[in-house]
Antibody
Framework: QVQLQQWGAGLLKPSETLSLTCGVYGGSFADYYWSWIRQPPGKGLEWIGDINQSGNTNNNPSLKSRVTISMDTSKNQFSLTLSSVTAADTAVYYC???????????WGQGTLVTVSS | QSALTQPASVSGSHGQSITISCTGTSSDVGGYNFVSWYQQHPGRAPKLLIYDVNNRPSGVSNRFSGSKSGNTASLTISGLQAEDEADYYCSSFAGSSNHNVFGSGTKVTVL
């Protein structure tokens, strides 16, 4: 059974850098893309970007310049950094496995990241 | 990259069927058969219900079905039950540049 467990800082000040990591337990790490998705409080889902084992990444154009997604295949982990955060980046951030094309079949538990001065 | 358009809310009585629409463009929904649907209960992570327009993952009830016509995809929930009360999101592949876009979300209420 595949499980995704995520962790990272939950409270940031404006201009700081968001950093989250997602660990993948069970199943193959190599055969999929791994995504980050966020959800502002009371709002809808927004895809942030993804990465595969070869290090190929895709990013949401609206966030592209601030987003870095990386991975550590030796630990079956992938990470998200989002620079220069503002209050608009306050959201629950999820990691997810991408099955085939753009189907997210396993999700992490979510991490609420609040940006406040 | 605009969100796909869904009705804000849909309601139905217990046992009835409801349909949620998801309207995009020829660059996303209309251009690819890569539409998926998710159910999200409050405080929980989304759950994949439908993938590739009309396929159900193992373990998902056959009361959930998907379809697509042109730039609009649809999710139908038949035999509506109390536990179906949740938020529902569609998602579509949007090409190599935009990659993926979600819908605006629909709150389903069981009367």
């Amino acid at each position: 059974q595949v499980q995704l467990q995520q962790w990272g800082a939950g409270l940031l000040k404006p201009s700081e850098t968001l950093s989250l990591t997602c660990g993948v337990y069970g199943g193959s790490f190599a055969d999929y893309y791994w995504s980050w998705i966020r959800q502002p409080p009371g709002k809808g889902l927004e895809w942030i970007g993804d990465i595969n084992q070869s290090g190929n990444t895709n990013n949401n154009p609206s966030l592209k310049s601030r987003v870095t997604i990386s991975m550590d295949t030796s630990k079956n982990q992938f990470s998200l950094t989002l620079s220069s955060v503002t209050a608009a980046d306050t959201a629950v951030y999820y990691c997810a496995r991408e099955y085939a094309v753009a189907n997210f079949d396993y999700w992490g538990q979510g991490t609420l990241v609040t940006v406040s001065s | 990259q605009s969100a796909l358009t869904q009705p804000a809310s849909v309601s139905g009585s217990h046992g009835q069927s409801i349909t949620i629409s998801c309207t995009g463009t020829s660059s996303d929904v209309g251009g690819y058969n890569f539409v998926s649907w998710y159910q999200q209960h409050p405080g929980r992570a989304p759950k994949l219900l439908i993938y590739d327009v009309n396929n159900r993952p193992s373990g998902v009830s056959n009361r959930f079905s998907g379809s697509k016509s042109g730039n609009t995809a649809s999710l139908t929930i038949s035999g509506l039950q109390a536990e179906d009360e949740a938020d529902y999101y569609c998602s579509s592949f949007a090409g190599s540049s935009n990659h993926n876009v979600f819908g605006s979300g629909t709150k389903v209420t069981v009367l």
